[in-house]
T-cell receptor, first 110, second 117 residues
């Protein structure tokens, strides 16, 4: 059974900092890995999807890497902004099903 | 596209009552997923459908939970009878069906916040 761990559980940074969110998973037999953002009381917004054959995926200030063999992914956020404050969830995909970590709660202060 | 649509957005009901949650997936997506989110357990997959057929319902917690997908544009999750421990946010998601070594993003609806008193 896939298990996903996200570190840190919470992170508070001042605006402008670059930061890294970490995700590890136990079963490397995955098809892809998605990073999501969840604002309080809201649904999940897909940020990035990395296919298992890829090493990196970029979207704006976000960069996600995937090391499938070691069961790790990182989400790098450049020049953080208060609007980035949210919970970030990592979810590797088996054949059809996503398994979610508990998330990293990010607070970016002005 | 309007995205994944869920209704109702909020539901408050008394213990013992039947609850029905509804989902309309994104047009053209033929995989549909129901998840539940709680503070204690995080996000858990309850059941998923491919081409309207239930594929894996191992996450459904009890026989009180049932899900149907009568056509490609509609799915329901029913809880009967409801209990306070069913209080959670229920999400529906959809994607293109994986195959031929390809896999696709899942898109989530806004969720239904269920409170059972």
């Amino acid at each position: 059974k896939q298990e996903v761990t996200q570190i840190p559980a919470a992170l508070s940074v001042p605006e402008g900092e670059n930061l890294v969110l970490n995700c590890s998973f136990t079963d490397s037999a995955i098809y892809n890995l998605q990073w999501f953002r969840q604002d309080p009381g809201k649904g999940l917004t897909s940020l990035l999807l990395i296919q298992s054959s890829q090493r990196e995926q970029t979207s704006g200030r976000l960069n996600a890497s995937l090391d499938k063999s070691s069961g790790r992914s990182t989400l790098y956020i450049a020049a953080s902004q208060p609007g980035d404050s949210a919970t970030y969830l990592c979810a590797p995909l088996g054949y059809s099903t996503l398994t979610f970590g508990k998330g990293t709660m990010l607070l970016v202060s002005p | 596209d309007a995205g994944v649509i869920q209704s109702p957005r909020h539901e408050v009901t008394e213990m013992g009552q039947e609850v029905t949650l509804r989902c309309k997936p994104i047009s053209g997506h033929n995989s549909l997923f129901w998840y539940r989110q709680t503070m204690m357990r995080g996000l858990e997959l309850l059941i998923y459908f491919n081409n309207n057929v239930p594929i894996d319902d191992s996450g459904m917690p009890e026989d009180r939970f049932s899900a149907k997908m009568p056509n490609a544009s509609f799915s329901t999750l029913k809880i009967q009878p409801s209990e306070p421990r069913d209080s959670a946010v229920y999400f529906c998601a959809s994607s293109r069906m994986p195959g031929q070594g390809n896999s696709y993003e899942q898109y989530f609806g806004p969720g239904t916040r269920l409170t059972v008193t």
